[in-house]
């Protein structure tokens, strides 16, 4: 199975009146790059999420958003803080001294204060907590992966019928060089007989000629190379897996032969034919780089 490397996924996991919500998507990229953004009192599970992750990504920049709910009211309880509010105290009124201003501090205005009154949980059980954001997790990780295989198909489709028509294009090139040295080797006879007018061709000489344009023109070597290479790009796709980088290498090198049968053509038919498979070539290139 071919996998995008763009999807996404969500999943919610609830026990009582706990609730966690993971939401997750992913671009493009060469390795595993993975962001979590994850309450801070649940910081230390981040490894452990992590970890899960891997099981299901192996390539993509992967952003994971945790979110945490807790209903049960008597969870929770008001700790204020003495020491820190007579902190507050004695600077509201060194400020008030030192300016000569009205001293007009009040229980309120320091319960205002940053974290004079802070909301404190009671201790829950790690185990019991982790079972329930990894269940949400990996709910979010297995509607993230077939979001990315039902994109992953499309491309593979999409891929294979750019690789056929480059095969038959291939196959044009391969029919089309006979002809070229042939029309190549008319020209030149008509051009001997007209410069020699009445005198005796050399057919000799005219023969080298035609295999010294021949050899220079010649690509079989790498429409050979060229057409190993899209067969085998073909049996990768079909095989699947995570093949984008075996994929990205493979359309390297055929480029590299479409290049070299570009810069060896001397017929206006070549030519385009060439340039229609390096423009194929690009498209293809473009659509692994979103290939896990």
């Avoid at 994971?64 to 803080?81: C, G, I, M, Q, R």
């Avoid at 205002?112 to 802070?118: G, I, K, L, S, T």
């Avoid at 079909?238 to 075996?246: D, F, L, P, T």
Wanted: hydrophobic share 40%.
């Amino acid at each position: 199975m071919i996998k995008s490397m763009t999807g996404f996924g969500r999943c919610e996991s609830h026990q009582g009146d706990r609730k966690f919500t993971v939401e997750m998507k992913a671009v493009n990229h060469r390795y595993f790059d993975v962001s979590i953004k994850i309450p801070k009192k649940f910081g230390f599970f981040e490894a452990s999420v992590r970890n899960v992750l891997k099981e299901y990504v192996q390539r993509g920049k992967l952003d994971v958003f945790v979110t945490y709910e807790d209903f049960t009211e008597e969870k929770a309880s008001l700790k204020y803080n003495e020491h820190l509010a007579a902190e507050y105290l004695k600077y509201y009124r060194q400020m008030a001294a030192e300016f000569g201003i009205e001293d007009d501090i009040r229980a309120s205005t320091l319960g205002r204060c940053p974290e004079v009154f802070q909301m404190e949980e009671q201790d829950v059980d790690e185990n019991e907590i982790w079972t329930l954001l990894e269940q949400a997790v990996r709910g979010a990780c297995s509607q993230f992966v077939t979001s990315r295989e039902k994109e992953g198909e499309a491309l593979r489709t999409n891929l294979l019928d750019k690789l056929e028509g480059m095969l038959e294009n291939v196959a044009l090139i391969e029919k089309r060089y006979p002809q070229i040295i042939a029309e190549y080797r008319l020209k030149l006879e008509d051009k001997v007989k007209e410069l020699l007018a009445d005198a005796k061709m050399d057919e000799g000489r005219v023969a080298a000629e035609v295999v010294l344009f021949a050899d220079k023109i010649c690509t079989d070597e790498e429409t050979v190379r060229l057409r190993s290479h899209i067969e085998t790009m073909i049996e990768v796709l079909k095989a699947g897996g995570a093949v984008g980088r075996k994929l990205d290498f493979i359309a390297q090198e055929m480029n590299r032969e479409a290049n070299t049968i570009l810069s060896k053509a001397n017929d206006l038919e070549t030519s385009n034919i060439a340039i229609e498979l390096k423009t194929d070539i690009e498209k293809v290139r473009e659509q692994i780089q979103n290939i896990e």
